[in-house]
């Protein structure tokens, strides 16, 4: 699949978020040149197998200075230019912090092998978090893979065992992180004072990329200018195609306007066959479910489907298969999926911000931190994931 198709600045689909300098510049990851775009796509090869998912989207920034490196291939800074300009890839003077930025104001996974230590506490869900970041690999095979990481905790936190713990919970649960600060800045569409600029460009090509704040001020990454709000942006919330564990396709329920999706549901609805074509499919009623969503809740209604729709429910003991009854509105939680079809499932996006109001029932879960007990007083920073 071609790396383009990958690529998104758009902050209601980005899963992850990846600093392409990092990736390029990193020599651990294969191949005999100082820089290499090959690195960055051999990532996103990584990253789909790991999430099953051929067309999985980043979120992908990168420092300026990469645009003009030499030791890249000429074809190779045509090619992040030319991403630049389609409005692929965030370019910034200083790429420094905005990953974490990025991280915590759309609560995407980052794939980095930074430790990020300067930053706990500005992003106190970092230390110890143990869902929030992978690490990029390269395989004996000499294929690039990722998995996930668990972050270290900066000795200064270990004062003492119970106070530690109190930080990770603290850290990892009960602040993870605060999409509220951000909800103001995403709630708007943007403008950017500087002519055809790719992210917060005029016409038909809003700007879906995260703003920089700076105190009061809401700036273009790229230019450094304030932005201009342009009114309020539409909610979206993404939803997957899962086809026999596998994401076949995605599309986005726009707040108030509830959408048909089915084998055949009619305009303006999803017609599941533009992905999967098999027989799964022909099971399924023209119009099977209606999707809504209103801004932080998803919500499923089976009106009237000929072979009826359950909801898969994430539980530890194992999952739960709930049969959705025709005319009920079940308010989808974070992890439930549609099944249409014991091999088709709608899987909403892992996006916290879309179910915000899970935060409570996630604080309130058993830490995992404070499961591992004493062993996280005796992380180390090197090699602690491995
Ligand atoms: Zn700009």
């Known amino acids: 699949m071609q790396c383009e198709s990958r690529l998104t600045l758009d902050t209601s689909a980005a899963e992850y978020v990846i600093d392409v300098a990092n990736v390029v510049r990193e020599p651990a990851l294969g191949g005999e040149r100082a820089a290499d775009l090959a690195r960055f796509e051999g990532l996103l090869d990584a990253l789909a197998a790991f999430t099953r998912d051929p067309s999985v989207q980043v979120y992908a920034i990168t420092d300026r200075s990469l645009l003009t490196d030499g030791r890249l291939t000429p074809q190779e800074r045509e090619r992040l230019r030319e991403w630049y300009a389609a409005g692929l890839l965030e370019v910034l003077p200083r790429a420094d912090d905005r990953i974490l930025e990025l991280a915590d104001a759309l609560a995407v996974r980052v794939v980095s092998a930074d430790n990020f230590l300067d930053f706990h506490r500005a992003y106190p869900w970092i230390p110890g978090s143990r869902d929030r970041f992978l690490r990029p690999f390269l395989g004996e095979d000499g294929v690039i893979g990722v998995r996930p990481r668990i972050m270290p905790v900066p000795p200064e936190w270990q004062v003492s065992r119970k106070e530690e713990e109190g930080l990770l919970l603290e850290a990892g649960v009960l602040r993870r992180w605060a999409p509220t600060a951000h909800r103001a800045v995403l709630s708007r569409e943007w403008r950017c004072p500087e002519p055809g600029c790719p992210l917060f460009g005029a016409g038909d090509r809003p700007g879906t990329a995260l703003?920089?704040?700076?105190?009061?001020?809401?700036?273009?990454?790229?230019?450094?200018?304030?932005?201009?709000?342009?009114g309020p942006r539409p909610r979206r919330a993404q939803v997957k195609v899962v086809m026999d564990g596998t994401v076949r396709g995605r599309f986005m329920v726009t707040a108030d306007v509830p959408l048909a999706v089915g084998r055949a549901p009619g305009e303006g609805g999803v017609a599941l066959g533009a992905w999967v074509e098999d027989r799964a499919v022909e099971s399924v009623s023209r119009t099977h479910v209606v999707l809504s969503y209103d801004g932080s809740v998803l919500w499923v209604l089976d009106e009237r489907s000929a072979n009826g729709t359950r909801v898969r429910r994430v539980r530890p003991a194992g999952d739960e298969l709930v049969p959705l009854h025709h005319g009920v509105v079940w308010h989808l939680r974070t992890g439930d999926a549609v099944v249409l079809h014991d091999r088709l499932e709608l899987l909403p996006s892992g996006r916290r911000f879309v179910f915000e109001e899970d935060g409570a029932e996630a604080a309130s879960a058993p830490p995992a931190p404070a499961a591992a007990g004493p062993t996280m007083v005796d992380v180390r920073f090197d090699g602690f994931d491995d």
């Open 211 to 230: 703003p920089r704040r700076r105190k009061d001020r809401v700036l273009c990454p790229t230019h450094g200018l304030d932005l201009v709000d342009a």
